[in-house]
């Protein structure tokens, strides 16, 4: 299955932007790329996806560079019930939804 | 609309007992996975059902662990018997169908003794 890189841990100072990265540079043409996130003692919770083009929701917006070997979640405004692990999950019809260790990110006040 | 919900939320037994998780999806749902997560790993795909059939469960160790989707709603997931290893907690997620975002529940937290 298509395998995603991502740091292990990120720090980010409360009202500011984050950006979290991921890199998979064996991604195929339909490929999906999806991120969620865990917050402590909770399931994983959706929070964007996208093919090609950047994508905006309520929660977040996700950067794919062009030739889509990586990408990056963008949180506007951190604040401290942000902290979480995020993971960064490809996806195609013919694989399933695999988890990585994902990126703890720790926001200060 | 309601979430996933996952009972029980804890449960201790010790190695070598069964123990049995019940998961009941969104309504309409089709695509329901059973999740296990180690203490400090990401969560690990153990079987992924489409309406009542199996997709994947290719990393369901089949020798202990056992799941039915009957009449393609409600889930369970049995392991019998018990090892150490087991303790996690295991996640149920559904989707509105294949490549659909996943929605979870808070899990139930196994711990073998």
């Known amino acids: 299955d298509a395998k995603t890189t991502q740091p292990n841990s990120m720090e980010s100072n409360e009202e500011e932007p984050v950006h979290l990265p991921c890199n998979h540079s064996?991604?195929?043409?339909?490929?999906?790329i999806h991120w969620y996130r865990q917050l402590p003692s909770q399931g994983p919770e959706y929070v964007i996806h996208g093919l090609t083009s950047n994508v905006n929701n309520r929660m977040a917006s996700l950067a794919i560079a062009e030739d889509r070997k990586s990408s990056t979640l963008i949180l506007h405004r951190a604040t401290l019930r942000d902290a979480a692990v995020y993971y960064c999950i490809l996806w195609n019809n013919f694989n399933k939804f695999y988890f990585g260790s994902g990126t703890k990110l720790n926001v200060k006040p | 609309e309601a979430g996933v919900a996952q009972s029980p939320r804890y449960k201790i037994i010790e190695k070598r007992q069964s123990v049995a998780f019940w998961c009941n999806p969104i309504?309409?749902?089709?695509?329901l996975y059973w999740y296990q997560q180690i203490l400090g790993q990401g969560p690990k795909l153990l079987i992924q059902f489409q309406n009542n059939g199996v997709v994947d469960d290719s990393q369901l160790p089949k020798d202990r662990f056992s799941a039915e989707r009957l009449k393609g709603v409600d889930s369970t997931l049995k392991i019998q018997p018990a090892k150490l290893e087991d303790s996690a907690v295991y996640l149920c997620a559904s989707s509105l169908n294949r490549g659909k975002p996943l929605h979870f529940g808070n899990g139930t937290r196994l711990t073998v003794t």
């Open positions: 064996t991604i195929s043409g339909t490929d999906y």
């Open positions: 309504s309409g749902h089709a695509t």
